[in-house]
């Protein structure tokens, strides 16, 4: 059965199959990329925080007013985020290059920036480049071997740090071999959209010292982050529980200061 990340897969590649798309990226960045700036927002002694602006998703619908980006990055930032996760997709998504651009050279926004969206095609590295991001997301499932190394590789060569997500033991390893220094855990099945925790601890374990880990999707409070910290996670990555906050500062803030349990691996 198709999932809804087939769906956007598919979507993405479509878009990207024609010489027009190379035109998404023709605008340079205002600054130049700082390689390791992204990485190491997520070296510290306690968990960090990258927060999202995702203006909406296929299950929840509308999320945020895009207009409200740079507002809402200002409160993640106020609330300690150590990096902001910017939606790059817009027909699933409703977000943009020119949002992550919007955010990223924002003189208010004064902590890295990772453009998110379903990578499929080398030239967007380039356009996550240009927008002003600091980091890009990958997923390792949406594509093969040779390409998830060339994204890697590609990112990498620009100045960016990838960030590449996984769900089963051998997207971690497909990840590794890739020369991924950041590794994320998707702890949501993105075929029954369960939330497993375990399954994250699981696959941090086999993950070696010296690349970054970040764990994503499903964390709603505190004893949440302490959990993933005790399992040697530096990051997590948290969106809709901060966006449907009535206070997503102070939401934030209680995420915060949960020190790193260093695990054998």
Known sequence: MATHLDEIVAAKRAAWSGPAAADAAARGRRTAAVPGRFAAALSGPEISVIAEIKPKSPSKGQLLDPAMA????????????????????????????????????????????????????????????????DGVLIIARAVG???????????????????????????????????????????????????????????????????????????????????????????ALIGESLLSSPDPAAQLRSFTGVPILEVAS
């Open 145 to 235: 071997d040779a390409l998830l190394t060339d994204l890697v590789q590609t990112a990498h060569g620009l100045g960016l740090d990838a960030l590449v997500e996984t769900f089963t033991q051998d997207e971690v390893d497909r990840a590794l071999r890739s020369g991924a220094r950041i590794i994320g855990i998707n702890n949501r099945d993105l075929q029954t959209f369960s939330v497993d925790l375990d399954n994250s601890a699981r696959l941090r374990r086999d993950i070696p010292r010296g690349v970054l880990t970040v764990s994503e999707s499903g964390l709603g409070g505190r004893p949440d982050i302490e959990r993933i910290a005790a399992h040697g996670f530096d990051a």
């Open 70 to 133: 740079v507002p809402m990055a200002g409160k993640y930032i106020d609330g300690g985020a150590s990096a902001i996760s910017v939606l790059g997709d817009t027909p699933f998504f409703g977000g943009s290059p020119e949002l992550v651009r919007t955010v990223a050279e924002h003189p208010d926004v004064t902590v890295p920036v990772l453009f998110k969206d379903f990578m499929v095609d080398i030239r967007q590295m380039h356009l996550a480049h240009d927008s002003g991001a």
